[in-house]
């Protein structure tokens, strides 16, 4: 009986049953190392994004990856996944305080039910305790986190900057999505690997198809947030347009020299210091929407993601075929397919 996890496609119960129990250790560890604060406030504002749920995307895809060594049962390969899923969490509370986001995953943000302070020092707590759960996996992994840590502050602050003067503009977004998104999904390709055992050319491999898969995922979202209708989705479309956020499509979309282009530039561009525009009035939403999905942009950013399917598809030929293989191969398909 084939049975769906996350967008993929996992062709045995228990194959999918071996993936659900690692992913309830990861859960368990999580819990336990945040947890283990003497303050009582600490404990709760650090826990409360776990506890909010989640995807829980890196852990699984760090899993998968350690399918493809010879100790996949190893208990490192809880730790590292567990590792990187901390990581993750630390990043979204920084992330909800820069943008004074109000919730997070259905409920308040920590920022919103306590403060800026408290939200800032639960994601350095969770940090610390990243920090120090990686350890016991020796210095070569704590190189592996310090690197991607530098990684996910500089797409951040690449990100706030904005593109210099002279940069395009496609290629330094395409530069911040990796940073902030596919060099945390490489790492728990990576960690995943090396936890089991694997050779170095298939951690390499992995931790690529980490990089790919999480700028690709970037992609669809940015395609999703223009293309599809709010029940299909989950999302308001046009929400980036409302906040003056210019994605992938947009990008492409306002080096246009036709009508369509001038348009959209009129509509989100601001005449005088050339900043994005955030569009407040539901008509000019709506109008945009319109353009951009008509737009020769549209069609160069699914171009794009194609190519990233391809890339990836290129790397997992490389590795060793079985259920983890093909659960991989079914995630690539689900991020070419997602936004219909």
Sequence with gaps: MKSTFAGLNL???????????SLAQVEDLLLSELSSSDDGVLTEAATHLAKAGGKRFRPMFAILASKFGPRPDAPEVITSATVVEMIHLATLYH?????????????????ARWTNSIAILSGDFLFARASRLVSTLGPE???????????????????????????????????????????????????????????????ARLSKLGDVIGTAFQVSDDIIDISSATDDSGKTPGTD????????????????????????????????????????????????????????????????????????????????????????????????????
């Design 11 to 21: 062709e045995s119960d228990e194959f999918s049953a071996s993936l659900t129990d």
């Design 95 to 111: 992330d909800d305080v820069m943008d004074e986001a109000p919730m997070r995953r259905g409920a308040q943000s920590a920022n």
């Design 141 to 203: 992994s704590v190189l592996i986190i310090a690197d991607t840590f530098a990684e996910l502050v500089t797409g951040q602050m690449r990100e706030t900057v904005g593109a210099r003067p002279g940069v395009d503009p496609v290629e330094h977004y395409l530069k911040v999505v990796w940073e902030k998104t596919g060099s945390l999904i490489a790492a728990a390709g990576k960690f995943g690997a090396r936890a089991a055992g694997a050779t170095p050319d298939d951690v």
């Design 241 to 340: 347009l409302r906040e003056g956020v210019h994605t992938l499509p947009v990008l492409y979309a306002l080096t246009g020299d036709d009508a369509t282009s001038a348009r959209l530039r009129d509509l989100l561009v601001d005449p005088t210091s050339g900043a994005a525009r955030p569009l407040t009035d539901d008509a000019e939403v709506l109008e945009a929407l319109d353009l951009l999905n008509g737009s020769e942009g549209m069609v160069r950013a699914r171009a794009k993601l194609q190519s990233f399917a391809d890339e990836a598809t290129a790397v997992l030929a490389e590795l060793p075929g079985g259920p983890a293989h093909d659960a991989f191969s079914s995630l690539v398909s689900y991020t070419t397919e997602r936004h219909g």
